[in-house]
């Protein structure tokens, strides 16, 4: 009989060919939670999940005892009892570096887009306001030349900073992160404590990853921290950061502007002010949301699941310990 994948994630026509080779796909396109009906009660048969912002929890273990692989179509896993999984020798696989560049991008149009105040401006045309020569009460701050502080310092952490260092001339500085020495060179970055890398940065990136460590790490001390002229980006997640004491930062002033790309709960209420503030540009979870690079990702899921169930190495292993328990 062929082992059964559920795939709740976006796969073109080609990807399902692939896995429908020599597996059975049940595929729940607009999953919105693993409490639907219909996926609980394929979940008993399941060998094999794909799919994305889609929290599994430990319970959820309990109703698939023929479990073997989960591939979820992200590099982030904070959706996913990792230990758990290792006890029961399930294997889960992400989809890291095939998104580093274009969530890289992202992290940059957010610096960009709040330094120079790019969506406040676009939107004053559209509401007929640009009368006259922009004046000095619509200047926005320069990005070269200035100090990029980086929370994290991994692949999405190196690749902003590659962008600012080698594009822009920032000066690099990293928290957060073990010693890089050959980034150091690379890129002249320089390794800090969090509360300096905070008062000496222009613009703070946020790329650690969730965990209990990281859940907060940012809240009221290290915004009051930061200079008055700071812009705080967050491409990583929203739990990261403390929200409320994010957006009492915006309004106090403590800060000059945001952009996010995440925050604590998604969809984002259209009734946070996040997005109505004009010094903040909320993006809804775009990191690595190009047609190539989701594309990209998706593949991946996809090879990792097929060798997974067939027993081999995938290429992306999260919980290295489950496979020494396979
Ligand atoms: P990565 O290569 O593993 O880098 C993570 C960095 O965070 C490393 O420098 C790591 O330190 C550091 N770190 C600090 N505290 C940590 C802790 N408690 N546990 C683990 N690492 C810790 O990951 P990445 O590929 O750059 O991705 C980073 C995160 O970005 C993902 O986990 C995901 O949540 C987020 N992301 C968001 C989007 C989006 O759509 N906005 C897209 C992709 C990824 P070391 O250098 O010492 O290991």
Redesign the pocket.
């Known amino acids: 009989m062929k082992k059964r994948i559920l795939a709740y994630g976006r796969l073109n026509d080609e990807q399902l060919a692939q896995l429908g080779q020599d597996f059975e796909v049940q595929t729940f396109p607009d999953l919105a939670s693993a409490d639907d009906p219909a996926f609980r009660s394929a979940l008993p048969d399941a060998h094999g999940l794909i799919g994305a912002s889609v929290a599994i929890t430990p319970e959820l273990l309990e109703e698939a005892p023929n479990l073997e692989a989960i591939a979820t179509i992200?590099?982030?896993?904070?959706k996913y009892p990792v230990e758990e999984l290792t006890r029961r020798g399930i294997l889960l696989c992400n989809t890291?570096?095939v998104?580093?560049e274009?969530?890289a991008d992202?992290g940059f149009l957010l610096i960009m887009a709040t330094a120079r105040r790019a969506v406040e401006l676009a939107e004053l045309i559209k509401r007929g306001e640009w009368q006259t020569g922009i004046g000095p009460e619509h200047f926005g701050s320069d990005v070269h030349g200035k100090t990029l502080g980086m929370?994290?310092?991994?692949?999405?952490?190196?690749?902003v900073a590659r962008r600012g260092a080698l594009g822009f001339g920032m000066r690099i500085l990293?928290t957060?992160?073990?010693p890089?020495p050959e980034l150091e060179v690379e890129l002249g970055a320089e390794r800090h404590e969090m509360d300096s890398l905070l008062a000496e940065a222009d613009i703070i990136c946020v790329?650690?990853?969730?965990?209990?460590?990281?859940e907060h790490?940012i809240g009221e001390r290290e915004f009051a921290l930061m200079k008055p002229t700071a812009i705080f980006v967050?491409?990583?997640?929203g739990q990261?950061v403390n929200e409320a004491a994010l957006i009492e930062a915006l309004e106090m002033g403590r800060i000059r502007a945001a952009g996010l790309?995440?925050f604590e709960q998604e969809p984002l209420s259209p009734e946070s002010p996040l997005p109505h503030m004009t010094n903040v540009v909320a993006l809804p979870?775009?990191?690595?949301?190009t047609h190539e690079t989701r594309h990209a990702m998706a593949q991946r899921a996809v090879d990792n699941l097929v060798l997974a169930l067939r027993g081999e190495h995938p290429i992306n292993l999260v919980n290295e310990a489950a496979w020494r328990s396979v």
């Open positions: 992200s590099v982030g896993y904070d890291p570096d998104l580093t274009t969530t992202t929370i994290g310092f991994g692949r999405i952490g190196a690749a990293y957060k992160a073990s890089k790329t650690v990853p969730l965990t209990a460590e990281t790490l967050n491409i990583a997640r990261v790309d995440v979870h775009i990191g690595s949301a």
